[in-house]
């Protein structure tokens, strides 16, 4: 599963290189950057974090479910005022694992949240820097229908963006957060590195 989601992303950033050459122009200017009021779509395979559980297969392998790793989509709106760029992002993440029990029934596991990231960007050229603060709602571990709620914590991002064509980027982006499990007092570190495209019209 999470290697078919590396080629997709993977795929569909290439293929986002060389579609629409004739809007793929230089962003030189602040007054070539696209102004006002727009929305963002996102899609990240993120990396990292703590291990909370991992799921056995009979080959011998494993999958392990970890706090800061997973598939992130998200939707936002933003608002650009010459170089500066403000942006809100409600978005999903999920790491899952998928097998069979000794029965073999299916079997899941999955740690999942609701990011609001809350974002501000400088653009210079086609490159961009943002900075800013990321909530995360609901955090749970899902254990095969036991769940295992934590926290909803606050940390930070810092992204930087490669901007394709005026609606086309690539980026690369590290949260820094920790998620609470108040009932057995631990703390887990959700903190990871994630690489994505996104879409602003």
Known sequence: M???WVAFLL???TTLAYA???SAVKVESASEIKQGLGVSFHADLMAGGDKLAEMEYDRGTTDDINAGAGIKLGAGVYYTLNRISAEARLGWLSDSANGLDDDNDPVTIEFSTY???LMLHYQLGKHSLGAGLTYHMNPKLDMDGTEYTFDSPTGSLIEYQYHLNPRFAISAKYQSIEYYYQPSDVTFDG???GIGISIQL
Do not use: V
């Open 11 to 13: 795929t569909l950033a």
């Open 2 to 4: 999470k290697k078919n």
């Open 191 to 193: 903190s990871g590195l």
């Open 20 to 22: 629409d050459t004739d």
């Open 115 to 117: 990011p609001l990231d």
